[in-house]
């Protein structure tokens, strides 16, 4: 268990809906990181928080967004959901911006 | 760009027998180098990492990696596999821009199957 939690473990809704994944860090941790694992595209960085502030994008969607709130828990929005949407999405976290990222066992959303 | 080439998608090994797993990565300086596994239903867990210093690099459950700058590899190996170790392996770098360890660029992975 690297502490990282994430919910819910699975998600199943329909095409055009709009799904929010919840991610808590390991206590003590400042930087949340969200990536995207799907068959065709493997593992793809979407977007990093650092104590509540966007400090780098990856291969996000205009339809997706994210937040890290004041007590650090991060939120991954998806939106306009499309079949090519359904992943299984990670979170990870870790102290700073330069100490080893722990993953959690991710989410995966399916959209029929 | 960036970028990391895991050139076999699928290896097999014996029990008991070694294991190589290689890694090919682009980058413009010095690289940050992971190496990942990924059970079936799990998330990742970090094996090994290479900042600088001893190219040799030791990690969790007994592998090791050993970083080439002049081949641009990072290859995992292990001396005698174990029937757990069957899992999926990923290789990454971490990115130029943001400069974390969690800001990384993976390969496509290789899964590993051990046969008795």
């Known amino acids: 268990d690297s502490g990282v939690t994430q919910t819910p473990k699975h998600l199943i809704t329909a095409t055009g809906q709009r799904v929010t994944l919840r991610c808590s860090p390991r206590s003590g941790d400042l930087s949340v990181y969200w990536y995207q694992q799907s068959l065709d595209q493997g593992l793809q960085f979407l977007i990093q928080?650092?104590?509540?502030?966007?400090?780098a994008k990856g291969n996000i969607l205009e339809r997706f967004s994210a937040q890290q709130f004041p007590d650090l828990h991060s939120e991954l929005n998806l939106s306009s959901l499309e079949l090519g949407d359904s992943a299984l999405y990670f979170c990870a976290s870790s102290v700073t911006m330069n100490t080893e990222a722990f993953f959690g066992q991710g989410t995966r959303l399916t959209v029929v | 760009a960036q970028s990391v080439t895991q050139p076999d998608i699928h290896i097999t090994v014996s029990e008991g027998a070694s294991l190589e797993l290689r890694c090919n990565y682009s980058y413009g300086a010095t690289p940050y180098l992971f190496w990942y596994v990924q059970s079936p239903g799990q998330g990742l867990q970090l094996l090994l990492k290479y900042f600088s210093g001893d190219t040799l690099v030791q990690g969790i459950k007994g592998f090791e990696a050993e970083f080439k700058r002049s081949q641009s590899s990072f290859n995992l190996r292990k001396p005698s596999v174990h029937w757990s170790d069957a899992a999926e392996y990923f290789c990454a770098v971490g990115a130029e821009y943001g400069g974390s360890q969690g800001n990384l660029i993976f390969g496509k992975g290789t899964k590993l199957s051990v046969k008795p």
């Open positions: 928080y650092y104590n509540g502030e966007e400090r």
